[in-house]
């Protein structure tokens, strides 16, 4: 399984703010949430993700802030890998799509909500599969 490059989870506003207001910088602080959103943003179009024998069937990889999926042999899925509870970044595929801040569990099929505290599916992230590469479409 590959290791998620991007391995900070977002920090959202009211974390900053109770950051700041512990030690009394808060401009800086709220401004630094901007990039860390951008970086969660989905790859454009045409990039290649992982190749088809790196995705277990059963289970699948996280790439970045995508996370590609086989739930069954010869079917791939891909999704956002920002939870939708609070934006953290899942960090674990196995049998679910799995977020290791409040224990969301997601479906490798279809990225809807198993287990809270979310309540929204995982974005599709549309992809194509030529030959074995896996890349966004
Ligand atoms: S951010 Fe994923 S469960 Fe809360």
Do not use: W, Y
């Amino acid at each position: 399984m590959k290791e998620n490059p991007v391995e900070q989870p977002c920090l959202r506003r009211r974390h900053l703010l109770a950051a700041a207001g512990v030690v009394g910088v808060g401009v800086p602080l709220v401004a630094a949430c901007g990039p860390d959103e951008q970086k969660h943003a989905p790859p454009k179009a045409g990039t290649e993700l992982t190749t088809t024998d790196e995705v277990p069937v059963g289970g699948g990889v996280i790439v970045g802030n995508v996370v590609v999926t086989q739930p069954t042999s010869g079917e791939f899925k891909a999704f956002s890998a920002v939870c939708t509870h609070a934006h953290c970044l899942v960090t674990k595929v196995d049998h679910a799509i799995e977020c290791p801040c409040h224990g969301s569990k997601f479906a490798l099929v279809d990225g809807s909500v198993e287990q809270g505290p979310a309540g929204d599916p995982l974005p599709q992230v549309d992809i194509v599969v030529d030959a074995k590469t896996i890349s966004t479409a």
